[in-house]
């Protein structure tokens, strides 16, 4: 009874159409951020354990810089999955240098090295909404994640940007970053198409993707984005009200 009232809310498809694309996948398109299938995962309905967005897409793409701003102004604690690892990098334990290497190449840590950090920052917040940003970068680091974590995310955010401009950004950042340099951003980028967009396209094929158009300024981005989360905070309200109801 409950799902079904919940499903039935007119939430996250009231201001968006739905049109059918030439494979025949339903997309919902709100603005220019297509919402691919949305739905509220079955684990979300479980009041107190984590709401998980995973944040994807290329380098420089402008995951960080979004998260950000999604955090700041939905409450979600932001979890760069790159900003763990580097810290971890500055350990000086063997790990570290490992990482370092990895980063230096533009390749993918171990799974099990990267899940452990994420499973830590989770466990460690009081909050409990998240934006895992930046992973799982390979489908190795999303089934690994599923078996320890025991969950999947609730939804993904997608922010689709042109190589060039990705590689324009990656290059202005200017954070000293060891894999911040033309080589290193060439490997990522292979590395991403080879083997990041594979995990998109599974979210994309399960409906829990949101393709977003990363390209334009930093405030013009976050307004594709800023929808997303205003239905998610329709829904959590609507929820809780109807739990407060069926609890009187
Ligand atoms: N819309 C934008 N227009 C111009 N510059 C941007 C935009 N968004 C982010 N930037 C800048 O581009 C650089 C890369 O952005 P950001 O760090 O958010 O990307 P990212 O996807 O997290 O990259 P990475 O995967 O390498 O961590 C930063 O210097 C950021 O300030
Ligand atoms: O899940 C992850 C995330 C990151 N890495 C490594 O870190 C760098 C930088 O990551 P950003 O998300 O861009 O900050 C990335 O190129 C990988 O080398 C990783 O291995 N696994
Ligand atoms: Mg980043």
């Keep these: 009874m409950y799902r079904r009232r919940l499903t039935s809310l007119p939430l996250f498809f009231s201001h968006f159409h739905q049109v059918k694309r030439a494979d025949q996948l339903k997309i919902y398109q709100a603005f220019s951020t297509e919402i691919i299938n949305p739905v509220e995962s079955e684990s979300s309905s479980t009041r107190n354990s984590p709401y ?8 420089g793409s402008g995951k960080g810089t979004q998260c950000l701003k999604i955090a700041e102004t939905f409450g979600f604690e932001h979890i760069g999955a790159g900003d763990l690892l580097r810290k971890e990098m500055y350990s000086s334990t063997e790990e570290g240098a490992m990482i370092q290497k990895l980063m230096r ?23 409990r909404k ?18 320890i974590i025991g969950a999947e995310p609730n939804f993904v955010l997608f922010f689709d940007c042109p190589e060039e401009v990705m590689v324009k950004r990656v290059l202005n950042r200017n954070e000293g ?8 951003v060439k490997e990522r980028l292979k590395v991403y198409k080879a083997v990041t967009l594979p995990v998109v396209n599974h979210y994309a094929k399960k409906g829990k ?24 905070r329709k829904v959590h309200k ?10 009187k």
């Design 177 to 184: 970053r060891v894999d911040d340099n033309e080589h290193t």
């Design 209 to 232: 993707l949101y393709k977003i158009d990363g390209t334009g300024t930093q405030e013009e981005i976050f307004e594709r984005v800023r929808p997303i989360f205003s239905s998610l």
């Design 130 to 147: 998240f934006l895992i940003d930046g992973f799982p970068r390979s489908e190795e680091n999303r089934t690994a994640y599923e078996r």
């Design 52 to 59: 998980v967005a995973f944040v994807l897409g290329g380098p």
């Design 238 to 247: 609507s929820r809780d009200q109807f739990m407060e109801e069926k609890e």
């Design 105 to 127: 190449e533009g390749s993918i840590a171990p799974s099990e090295v990267t899940v452990k950090l994420i499973q830590k920052a989770i466990e460690s917040a009081e909050n």
